[in-house]
């Protein structure tokens, strides 16, 4: 399986899924592989490409309106990749740097390597938005708490597998 942290360290509460990688180095799982990709969101479809990953999960920072540093386990929905029109494409993989998950989901299926199971582990940010070199308070609070997440999706995901 595959553990895969992004994020901009230089955008405040956006580097929470470096943090998280950070926290993860030496404790995952023998049979799970880290990669920590920093704005580069298209290294996670390489990745993906090298391996033959049975699982995928994705560590970012995550909107969804609630509490900065809540913690969010999500089941995300890949549309369809035969449906988009070639303009519908290119508006979506116009930036390749843009690491929204739900476009790199969508060039993993389009490129067959997207693994049966999918999860997202997010936090909910604070700001994104200004320079900022640190998490803030509440977002670097929950840091250990995704990290261990992870492990125990980790584990259950290859436990599945086998």
Known sequence: ???????????????????????????????????ETGIGGLGIVHQLMMGAYQGLVIVDAVERAAEPGTVFVLVPQVPDVASPTFEQWRAQLSDLHLVEPSRILRLARAAGVLPEHVLVVGCQ??????????????????????????R???????????
């Open 125 to 150: 940010p604070q700001t994104c938005e200004d320079f900022e070199e640190t998490l803030s308070g509440k977002v670097a609070a929950a840091v250990p708490l995704a990290a261990q997440r992870v």
């Open 1 to 35: 399986m595959l553990v895969a942290c992004v994020g901009n360290v230089l955008r405040g509460d956006d580097g929470f899924g470096v943090a998280v990688a950070a926290a993860l180095l030496g404790t995952l799982p023998p049979a799970a592989d880290l990669v």
């Open 152 to 162: 125990e999706l980790a584990a259950q995901l290859l436990a599945c597998a086998q």
